[in-house]
């Protein structure tokens, strides 16, 4: 009975961890949205900023997949659409064909600047980081979320 008590309050706490996860994302996606990003998006970019924190410098692809929890080929579309709307620069690695190099440009160094608190406030609301200390989760185990859902918000296409 302990083995189904405990997997139990796994399952509980896991389905909390996700719900907070889903929320957080959620929220984000709605703040960010009016300047036509979305979560995954803001992410590459905020890594790009501190992989790279001089303009033009370059972060291997690859060392970006594992740190944005997208597949490779996700990764590579949204990579393509920021190219797109001008908010990197993709370049092949001479010494490794397969390598791709991705860089942050000016247009998109500043709107990860001009993005950047709104993200860190969005997270601060539904992580309840008060001076760094998260709050647990009603009954979840999980760190806490404030109450209320966000809608999901869909990136806008570009004309």
Known sequence: ???????ARLD???RGILSVHARTMCEIDRVLHPHGLGAS???????????????????????????VHLS???????????????LVERSM?????RGVYVALTRR?????SQV???QRAALARMLGDDEGA???GTGTGAPGVRDGTAASVRRPTSA
């Open 41 to 67: 998006d803001f992410e590459v970019l905020d890594l790009l900023v501190t992989e790279g924190p001089e303009d033009g410098a370059q972060c291997r692809v690859q060392n970006l997949v594992g740190r």
């Open 93 to 97: 690695c001479a010494e490794d064909r």
């Open 116 to 118: 950047l608190p709104l």
């Open 1 to 7: 009975m302990a083995v189904r008590t405990s997997g």
């Open 134 to 136: 998260l709050p647990r």
């Open 108 to 112: 998109g160094r500043d709107l990860h």
């Open 12 to 14: 509980e706490r896991w």
């Open 72 to 86: 490779q080929s996700a990764l590579s579309r949204l990579i393509a659409r920021l190219e797109k709307d001008g």
